[in-house]
């Protein structure tokens, strides 16, 4: 994982979990805004730094997926005379999407990729296999950072 708002976004990130607030990314940047310009600033930022690489099928194809986070706070006082904050979290996800290496003609690096993405992407239909399953007992959410990640928003 990468931080695509860092200076460095090549830098590899770790997941973490924190029994109070689920499951995290280390050292991940966190930026405060007050509005939707500044937020669609800030997400310009990060996909100019995405991942993207030529395939026989695609020139400038997305290498990895992509999580931007929004977390909005609000503060009010409660019946009890004292502030209580309410917070809410929408995630805007942009999965890359599955490949054939057969019609990409990937190799090497991109071969890499590819498998990766496709790899994550068969967890992601595998948990929510599981998730609309009244049968499934487990979910898998572990197999994989993306479901790790989201594993929060995905119902678990």
Known sequence: ???LLAKDHT???ELKENP???VYVKDLSSVV???VKEID???SL???NRSVGATAMNLTSSRSHSIFSIIVETSEVGPDGEQHIRAGKLNLVDLAGSERQSKTGA?????????KINMSL???GNVISALVDPKSSYVPYRDSKLTRLLQDSLGG
């Open 1 to 3: 994982m990468r931080d």
């Open 11 to 13: 830098v590899r990130l």
């Open 20 to 22: 109070d607030s689920g």
């Open 33 to 35: 805004v007050k509005g």
């Open 41 to 43: 600033h800030v997400l």
């Open 46 to 48: 990060g996909n100019k």
């Open 107 to 115: 190799t090497g690096q991109r071969f890499k990729e590819a498998t």
């Open 122 to 124: 068969t967890t992601l």
